[in-house]
């Protein structure tokens, strides 16, 4: 216990001082916002794969593979193409014109206020379904390390991340993800090999699966069309959701942006591939457990050696951290500058934003926290929930994000019903729909329908909405 406590305060500590040096490096909301649009190939590629590998990963997926087996692995393989498509395709226009936020790119190109707000308040509701599953899984593990209550250890998993966010702004966030992924990469390939030695090799692993629950290896385990439909909301979600977005204008050219890519890829498939294999060694070692959720801190606490499954704990903290952190900031930002600034006071000084700001990230971190303990989520896999914040975000903002760099004759009208009506139905399918498919499909269908006929119906934007985007130029639009 007192080993596990020493990393636990060292690493907390570690993470707290680069928050620190962050903000005394601090100059501008650029630098709050976006890391002054600074950041190389390495650290962009690692705070992009470490913003993606969360809870969702080292819990969630391994959870999901305990309860259901191998077959959830299809819906893994889409991730690498949405990367390549974030690139490939959306990248390159996207980034002609430098941003602060999401929904100042909606405002920019759309030419509407409107459509900022509302892209705001989705980023804020499906912010806060996203963290509940962070802190349920910090719950969890502060449990497993030192036998807290989990209420408990949700409570003070919060009041750790609210700190150091609060504090750096994107600098903080960039570097410290930087360390959280080098930490999730260690922590895993030491894992591994030690889970693979309680067996006779990966062979017999495999082989003991098979006794105990014969279907893992079936890749039927999930029905087809709800594989499908979960593949799209992952896919959706990888390319448009805020927190990544917001990455491609912290990264100082494509360059930076399409070698950062290759590493998130390598380091998100590699670590996926993992902790699959960790999922079926606890298949057979606790092939009993109430939740599947509890496969991981169970591994760490009574399979590895102490010091490595500390570490490995401490990984899978580094994941919820690295996800939470990139969400506070991208909501503190469109309570501030899409929501305040831009519809309650445009004047605001940059010191009044970043109040509203920092008071933003502080109720948007609480307010997961408050659910939990109310009883909403109980009882659901921490994945289902990541998988339900990814459908909202993709509904929401695929359509007129892709579509604002790829087609000129969109409206602002087009996006404003695209957004509305795609985060609508989904909400509603996940209400009283067939749970057979999932909600994304449904409303990434009403998204583009909308989008396209809207559009249509209404006048044709101005050049100067779109022709920034489609210009060989680079340009810069953000508020100083």
Known sequence: MNLQLIIFVGYFLLVFGIGWISMKL??????????????????????????????????????????????????????????????????????????????????????????????????????????????????????????????????????????????????AVAYTD????????????????????????????????????????????????????????????????????????????????????????????????????????????FPNLPTGDLAMPIIAKAVLPSFIGTIMLAAVTSAMMSTVDSLLLVAGSALSEDIYQNLLHKNASRSRRLLIARIGILIVGILPLISILSGLAKGELIQFIVVLFTAIMGAGFFTPVVGGVLWKRATKQGAIASMIGGVTVTALWKAFGDPLIYPVLPGFVVSVLSYIIVSYLTTPPDESAWKPYFDTEKQTHEDE
């Open 26 to 171: 601090t100059r501008s909301e650029k630098d709050y916002w976006i890391a002054g649009g600074k950041l190389g190939w390495g650290i962009g590629g690692a705070t992009m794969a470490a913003t993606h590998t969360s809870a969702g990963t080292f819990i969630g997926t391994i959870g999901v593979i305990y309860a259901v087996g191998w077959s959830f692995g299809w819906v893994l393989l889409v991730i690498p193409l949405a990367y390549w498509f974030m690139v490939a395709v959306l990248a390159p226009r996207f980034t002609k014109v430098t941003e602060l936020t999401l929904p100042a790119f909606l405002q920019r190109r759309y030419q509407s206020k409107t459509a900022r707000g509302i892209g705001a308040v989705i980023i804020l509701i499906a912010t806060v379904v996203y963290i509940q599953a962070q802190i349920v899984a910090g719950g969890l593990v502060s449990n497993i390390v030192f036998g807290v209550d989990p209420t408990t250890g949700m409570i003070i998993f919060t009041i750790i991340l609210l700190a150091y966010t609060l504090v750096g702004g994107m600098l």
């Open 178 to 285: 930087f360390l959280q992924m080098i930490i999730m990469i260690v922590g895993t390939l030491v894992s591994v090999p030690l889970m693979i030695n309680h067996f006779s090799g990966l062979a017999d692993l495999v082989e003991k699966v098979e006794l105990i629950k014969p279907l893992t290896f079936d890749w039927g385990g999930f029905p087809t069309v709800l594989l499908i439909t979960l593949s799209l909301a992952f896919f959706l979600g990888s390319v448009a959701t805020p927190e990544k977005v917001v990455r491609l204008y912290a990264m100082k050219d494509m360059r930076s942006i399409r070698k950062a890519m290759l590493l998130t890829i390598v380091v998100v498939t590699g670590l996926n591939l993992l902790v699959f294999i960790l999922g079926l060694g606890a298949m057979t070692l």
